[in-house]
C-alpha cells in the first residue's frame, strides 16, 4: 500500500507538534513496511521517499494562504499512483483534498489543531485566516475519515464540523519515542543546563512551546511573580505569532526580572539533547496553554522523568493523570472559540498556586515524574499508534 503523506512541517523544518508527530509517524509507518511518500513544503533533508516543495515564485508577493495553496496544488499532481493520501494541518488538507478528487483516493486528516478555535490567528493572517478556514472545513465535510489526536480534539472536531458524520471521526493519541527522550543528569547535561544560566540544584519550572495565544505563556508569566523567590523559570519559547504577543512577553519578562533571579528565555529552537537536559534538570514542566488538542511537550517531558503542571483543557487530562503523573489547573472558558479564561486573575492565582505546591516538595514531584515516564512509554509508543492508523488505512482501501 502507497500512502502518500502531505505535511508543512518535516524535518528539517519542524516548528511545532504536528511536524514531531509526521516525523516520528512516517519512521513507524515505514518500519512496519508501508511505501509512505512523504510531500512536505521547503525542502527537506536528502530522503528516499521524501519530496520538497518550495514556494511558487509567481505567488511570492500574494496572501500566505494563497502561497500555500499553490504548494498544496502541485503536491495533488503528484500523488498520482498513491492508495491513500493522507494530510496533517489546513496547510496541507487543501492539497489532499484536490488529490483525492483528482486520482479518486480516499483522504484521510489529521486533526491536529482547528482554524474555529484559533480566531486570534486572523491577527496573524488577515483575510488568509478565512482561506485557511475555508480550506479546512471543506477538507474535513470531504475526507473519507478524520483522526482526532485526542478523544477532546474529536469533540472539537464534531463540535467546530457538525455536518461531518462522528462515525468517520477515529481517536488515535499522539505518541512519544521514549528511546530518543530520557531522562538524562550526566555531567554532560549538567553542563548544558549551567551554559543556560540555570542552576540545576534549585527548583525550577520549564516551558517549551511557541509565542502564540493559544500556549498561555502570558498567563503563566503573571503566575510566575507569585512563586516563591527560589524558584527558576525557564522559557524555551519563540516563533511568535505576531509582533503584538512577542512584545506582551517582552514586557511581561522584563518585569519579572526587576523583581526575581533565575528567569532564563531561550528564544532560539534548541537541539533536542539540550532540551533533554533541561527537562530532566528541572522540578516540573508546565502547560499553561487554553487550546491543546493533546501537546506532544507534555509527553517529552514525561518521558523525561518531569512531571506536568497543565490546563484542564483539550486533551491534557488524556495525558496528565492528576494526581499521579502530574497536576491539573482548572479552568472555566468562554465558548467563543478563544479559550478564553472567564476569570482569567483565577486561572492565574490558580496555576501560582499549584505551580507552587509542585514545586515546594521535590520528592513529590520526583514520584510523580517517574509514574509520567512509565506512562509514557506504556501508552503512547509510536509502533502501536502506527498500527491504529495502518488498520483504518486498510479499511478504507479494502
Known amino acids: 500500500m502507497r500512502v502518500d503523506l502531505l505535511t508543512k512541517e518535516y524535518p528539517p523544518n519542524i516548528y511545532g507538534g504536528a511536524g514531531v508527530h509526521v516525523a516520528e509517524l512516517v519512521r513507524a509507518l515505514r518500519g512496519l513496511g508501508d511505501d509512505v511518500q512523504v510531500r512536505a513544503f521547503g525542502r527537506p533533508v536528502e530522503e528516499a521517499g521524501t519530496t520538497g516543495y518550495p514556494d511558487l515564485p509567481e505567488l511570492r508577493d500574494a496572501n500566505a494562504a494563497l502561497q500555500t495553496m499553490?504548494?498544496?496544488l502541485r503536491i495533488a499532481a503528484d500523488c498520482a499512483g498513491a492508495d491513500i493520501v493522507h494530510s496533517h494541518t489546513w496547510y496541507a488538507n487543501f492539497a489532499g483534498h484536490v488529490a483525492s478528487l483528482l486520482h479518486g483516493v480516499p483522504h484521510v486528516v489529521t486533526a491536529h489543531s482547528l482554524e474555529p478555535m484559533r480566531p486570534w490567528k486572523a491577527e496573524q493572517l488577515g483575510g488568509g485566516y478565512r482561506l485557511s478556514s475555508y480550506i479546512e472545513r471543506t477538507a474535513y465535510d470531504g475526507a473519507a475519515a478524520v483522526i482526532a489526536v485526542s478523544h477532546g480534539?474529536?469533540?472539537?472536531?464534531l463540535a467546530s464540523y457538525p455536518d461531518l458524520d462522528p462515525g468517520k471521526v477515529h481517536v488515535v493519541h499522539n505518541g512519544i519515542d521514549s528511546q530518543l527522550w530520557h531522562r538524562d543528569t550526566g555531567d554532560d547535561a549538567t553542563a548544558i543546563v549551567r551554559r543556560h544560566c540555570v542552576e540545576p540544584d534549585r527548583p525550577s519550572v520549564i516551558f517549551v512551546g511557541r509565542?502564540?495565544?493559544?500556549?498561555?505563556?502570558?498567563?503563566?508569566?503573571r503566575a510566575a511573580a507569585e512563586l516563591p523567590p527560589e524558584v527558576q523559570l525557564v522559557l524555551c519559547a519563540g516563533a511568535p505569532?505576531?509582533?503584538e504577543i512577542l512584545q506582551e512577553v517582552e514586557g511581561l519578562v522584563a518585569g519579572l526580572r526587576e523583581t526575581r533571579s533565575g528567569v532564563t528565555w531561550l528564544p532560539d529552537m534548541l537541539p533536542r539533547a539540550e532540551v533533554i537536559a533541561l527537562l530532566s534538570a528541572a522540578t516540573v514542566f508546565v502547560c499553561p496553554s487554553v487550546y491543546e488538542p493533546l501537546g506532544i511537550v507534555n509527553l517529552e517531558a514525561m518521558a523525561c522523568g518531569c512531571p506536568v503542571v497543565g490546563t484542564a483543557t483539550g486533551g491534557i487530562?488524556?495525558?496528565?493523570?492528576?494526581?499521579?503523573?502530574?497536576?491539573?489547573?482548572?479552568?472555566d472558558q468562554v465558548?467563543?472559540?478563544?479559550g478564553t479564561p472567564k476569570d482569567p486573575d483565577r486561572f492565574?492565582?490558580?496555576?501560582?498556586?499549584t505551580l507552587t505546591a509542585a514545586t515546594s516538595d521535590a520528592q513529590e514531584a520526583r514520584r510523580?515524574?517517574?509514574a509520567g515516564r512509565e506512562r509514557a512509554v506504556r501508552e503512547f509508543g509510536w509502533e502501536t499508534i502506527a498500527r491504529r492508523i495502518q488498520d483504518l488505512y486498510r479499511a478504507l482501501v479494502e
Do not use: F, H, S
Open 317 to 331: 487530562p488524556e495525558v496528565v493523570d492528576d494526581g499521579v503523573t502530574g497536576w491539573l489547573v482548572p479552568i
Open 368 to 370: 510523580r515524574g517517574a
Open 348 to 353: 492565574v492565582a490558580d496555576l501560582a498556586t
Open 335 to 338: 465558548t467563543d472559540g478563544t
Open 153 to 157: 480534539m474529536r469533540k472539537d472536531v
Open 70 to 72: 499553490g504548494v498544496d
Open 241 to 243: 505569532d505576531t509582533p
Open 211 to 221: 509565542i502564540t495565544r493559544q500556549k498561555g505563556l502570558p498567563y503563566l508569566l
